[in-house]
């Protein structure tokens, strides 16, 4: 799929612009704080229904205006898309092909996107539970199924936690099985398809390592548990095993078993990444992980989905930004750097130059 054209209206520090993508190499340049990152994120706001750096929408509103507006149309297989997002203080009405949607799930995966910047070494280098993040994002964005369940799943677990806070035995005696049960089945479904994804994942990162390092290392990702059998012997598996947990948790006041605590771990050359990867080794990793995702929404949904590679090319080395550069070939891809000359060697783009959240022309 194709961003043909973005239009953003006080939006961050944009007032009122509209960029014209072309299908393949998009490069946004310019100084640093002028927006291109901003303009990223529009884009990714646009396929998620969350922003990627925030937790709060008001802050995405350009500064003393009333709402921002996010607009974008989009070129897919099965013909013109336009999705809209108005975001206000306290509430954001969300339009697809001009229709209000009224649920934030129906308006997730209209339009699918990779995002890659610096920050995405936490992947790697950090705690679990930034691969949650990224798994349960990236599943969610091919599968609604799984959305739900994920937002059933932290429902009960809310309440379940709620009630192991409140420490009133009789009222958890009665009630606790039955949220148990509930969130047993919510989260043999999250495993199932978790379990399946990172199958693919692992196998599709593999072998964007071994091009991005020329076969040196070995990228794997495992799941740091594994649940076996099908979606109700899981079911059932759990169901003991959040009873057995049930003094514990109740100590603790939260909820130490199922998929909210699940980790995946990533292995370089069959060694924990967290533990002795070095930055470089981290990075590539982190985008073998992205590559991997970008082949997963081909074959899900037959369609590529728009990679937004932020400020990335800075930080690889010659030889991976070349072969970065080739792989995504054939790709949409919205490219930001400072100097757009220095990541390209020539390859042919359309460039957008920006300056205080406005377009400022194309060229070098
Ligand atoms: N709600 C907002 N209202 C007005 N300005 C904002 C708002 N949110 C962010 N900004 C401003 O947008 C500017 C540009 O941010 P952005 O992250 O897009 O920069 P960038 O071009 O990616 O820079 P860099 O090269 O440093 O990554 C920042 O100076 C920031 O202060
Ligand atoms: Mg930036």
Redesign the pocket.
Known sequence: MVVKKLTLQNF??YERETFAFAEELNVLF????????????AVFYLCTGASLRIRHDR?????GAECARIGAEVSTRYGALSLEAVIFENKRELFVNGNRVRRALDFLGNMNSVFFSPGELRLILDGPDERRRFLNLSISQTSREYAAALLRYQRILEQRNGLLKERDLSLIGETLPVWDEQLARYAAGIAVRRREYLKELSRLAQEAHAYLTDGAEELSLLPDREYRGDEEGIARALFGELAASRERDLRLGYTTVGPHRDDVKVLIDGADARGYCSQGQARTAALSMKLAEVEIFRSLSGESPVLIL??VMSELDLPRRKKLLDRVGGLQCIL?C?HAERVLYGAACNKIR?QG?KIVGGGA
């Open positions: 961050r520090n310019g100084k640093n704080a002028q927006g291109k990152t901003n303009c990223a994120e802050q995405l509103i350009r500064r932020d400020d930001t400072t920006i959240g």
